[in-house]
């Protein structure tokens, strides 16, 4: 299945499409991107405490981290970050 | 006396030049805590509902709360307290920098300001010394050059200082008022109060020692929750990036405002103006507020192009928000520098960026044209009519003298039923969050005590970046976008959490950013005062706060017609995060008044007045 990914994570702002195996979840998706980006991803989307903090959005909801990708879906990955 | 407190208010009628010190009750502090608390407290005593905000009857209240004075992480802060010339509401509004601690060191909570000085005067405060000053030299000056010249003439570098710029002199009822050249009381049209008394500046120092309950716990915690607050903000980027940090995601979440609230996504626009790119390109530092692990005010310096030269502070997301994405403008140099002209003026920049949407809304739809705006073709995008209006709006001449008077009272002028097309609640124009994204907000703003505001629910916190606090259940169940349920119940429990933040005073992103815990904010507040608070306590105070302020708008006149959204808050977005989401307005502003006990003209009931020791 293909999927388009925006990365909207402050220093790596990104977009790409990929090609995933069926059945794949949004977690395992996150490790696709660590591998292709490397640690700078790794440290800005996980907290060593509490795991995985980026948040993924698509058609309108936030996709849980063991919800599983659906064909031609657009997610977008966002930081938690607060200050108004 | 209380630790924590002198129980001393230091009263200034300006009309006789009258300066007495007044004894307060234990008992006050302990229903209203301080800051905005303890200034509603007086305002609902003291200001009658007739009188015009601009008159001198009106009091200006300067109130700490029992956190100044100690090196407490995000605790150098003080509330302004007034009833607003843009609102009609009672107002607080709160600025960091020193001016906090340095008041309560010199021996006072608060300070009153009453009646009108015949001439251009300033206060100063050095302990038990206090001054009248005349400031006819520093009248018309900028907010930057009174500073200084206050502290030249004073010949006193360290002296902190509250001043107005010429918009707050000339009565611009989105004047605000300005701390240190760095931090600002921005909200409401508070620097007008302080105009219309003739009051330039209030300038402070103080070297007493605040009793304290527990001393050695005390500064057990303070050095504990500094690093920790330290580390946090590290890692939530609000330490390194400040609050732009913030643009992306928000513009992520559909809650940045684009083109006066009718654009939907703009990821482009935040991308130039936000984080990283705004640390890169103006070459920022943070600058932090006395006793702050944070520093969320960035220090900036732009050298090209030349006409935007500047160096000084930068503007925060708010600004970025409502001089940026609101008027579809990404040069952050040139919203740097209208950010900068807002400063110095002494005009906040959140209803100077919707008085400038508002125009260029109005121009795009034909409501005004060449002919109103002197010749200015008031067209989305172009940064330098936004520097123009700016100007125009803070000194009030030209064309944008008409906003001196704020959004709603110009469109009201303006007529053609432009009145429909401003983004305010009681006349405060909309901050840089949609509430259409965070249903939280909905009611928070709908039923603000000084209109649509972020920082008396921030619920976008809650729900955008995870900001719970266990203890009085605000957890992830209930921060769930677009789900109504439980969306009243965290505006409730939120107001009532920001009316207590707000009167301790402490600055909200040591919680918000800083994961400074409910359970660690009262551990500070019970080693200074001894009192032993616990949650239910302290929330039950911070709910007597926002009821008082309640209180106060409905005797002068707003009842629940007033707590509604405009037009606008009720079109869902075509495209984005919150795509076809329709907000249910009306099912959580009911819902809302039946957890808070309000009728049908939004009164609270007797019982619940009475549970809150408010039976007036």
Known sequence: MKVKVKLRLLEIYDELEMELEEDLTVRSLLEKLISIYGDNLKKLIIDPKKGYRAIVIGGGEVIKANEKLKDKSELTLLLPVAGG | ?616
């Open chain 2, 1 to 616: 006396m209380a630790s924590g407190y002198w129980n001393k208010v230091l009263r200034i009628d300006l009309t006789n030049k009258k300066v007495v010190k007044e004894d307060v009750e234990d008992k006050i502090f302990r229903l209203f805590v301080g800051g905005a608390g303890f200034g509603a407290k007086i305002l609902w005593e003291e200001v009658s509902p007739e009188k015009d905000p601009l008159h001198a009857d009106n009091r200006l209240i300067f109130a700490t709360g029992p956190l100044q004075g100690h090196p407490v992480p995000g605790g150098a802060k003080f509330s302004v307290v007034s009833k607003s010339p843009l609102t009609n509401t009672q107002a607080d509004s709160a600025a960091g920098a020193k001016w906090g601690p340095f008041l309560k060191k010199a021996g006072y909570d608060a300070l009153i300001i009453q009646g009108r000085s015949e001439t251009p005067v300033y206060i100063y405060i050095d302990d038990d010394k206090v001054e009248i000053k005349d400031a006819k030299s520093i009248w018309g000056l900028d907010s930057y050059q009174a500073v200084d010249q206050i502290r030249k003439e004073l010949g006193d570098e360290r002296v902190s200082v509250a001043t107005i710029g010429p918009a707050g002199e000339k009565l611009v009822r989105m004047a605000c008022i300005v701390v240190d050249k760095h931090s600002f009381a921005g909200r409401c049209g508070l620097g007008a109060v302080m105009g219309s008394k003739n009051l330039k500046a209030v300038a402070v120092k103080g070297s007493k020692k605040v009793p304290v309950a527990n001393l050695s716990l005390l500064k057990e915690y303070n050095r504990k929750y500094f690093k920790e607050i330290h580390n946090a903000s590290i890692k939530s980027g609000l330490r390194p990036h400040g609050t732009p940090v913030l643009c992306i995601t928000a513009e992520g979440f559909g809650d940045m405002p684009i083109k006066y609230w009718t654009g939907d996504t703009w990821p482009e626009g935040a991308k130039k103006i936000g984080a990283p790119n705004y640390t890169n390109v103006l070459s920022a530092k943070p600058y932090p507020c006395l006793y702050c692990p944070i520093g969320c005010h960035r220090n900036i310096n732009i050298e090209e192009p030349t006409k935007y030269r500047l160096k000084g502070i930068g503007p925060e997301y708010e600004t970025l928000g409502m001089l940026g994405t609101n008027l579809l403008i990404d040069d952050v140099k040139a919203i740097a520098v209208a950010n900068d002209i807002c400063n110095k003026l002494g005009i906040d920049t959140i209803s100077t960026g919707a008085c400038i949407g508002f125009a260029m809304e109005c121009y795009e739809k034909g409501i005004i044209s060449k002919k109103d705006t002197g010749g200015m073709e008031i067209k989305w995008g172009d940064p330098e009519i936004l520097i123009e209006l700016v100007k125009q709006i803070g000194n009030k001449e030209g064309f944008g003298s008409i906003f001196s008077e704020g959004a709603l009272r110009a469109a009201r002028k303006i007529g053609k039923n432009a009145e429909e097309l401003v983004a305010h609640v009681k006349g405060l124009d909309f901050p840089a969050h949609d509430p259409r994204a965070c249903w939280g907000m909905i009611p928070t703003y709908a039923t603000g005590t000084r209109g649509a505001c972020h920082m008396r629910g921030v619920e976008e916190d809650v729900e955008m970046s995870g900001f719970y606090i266990p203890e009085i259940g605000i957890t992830k169940e209930k921060a769930q976008f677009f789900k109504r349920e439980g969306k009243a119940f965290l505006a409730v429990k939120m107001q009532d959490y920001c009316a207590l933040v707000n009167s301790l005073v402490l600055c909200v992103f040591m919680p918000d950013g800083g994961d400074l815990s409910f359970t660690s904010i009262l551990n500070i507040f019970n080693s200074i005062t001894g009192w032993e608070w616990d949650v239910q306590e302290a929330m039950k105070c911070g709910e007597r706060i926002f009821t008082m302020q309640r209180l106060i708008n409905l005797r002068d006149g707003y009842s629940k017609k007033d707590d509604i959204l405009p037009p606008k808050m009720h079109v869902p977005a075509k495209k984005g995060f919150r795509a076809g989401k329709v907000p249910p307005v009306e099912e959580l502003i009911n819902e809302y008044y039946r957890l808070r006990e309000w009728d049908e003209n939004g009164h609270p009931s007797k019982r619940k007045l009475q549970e809150l020791d408010l039976d007036l």
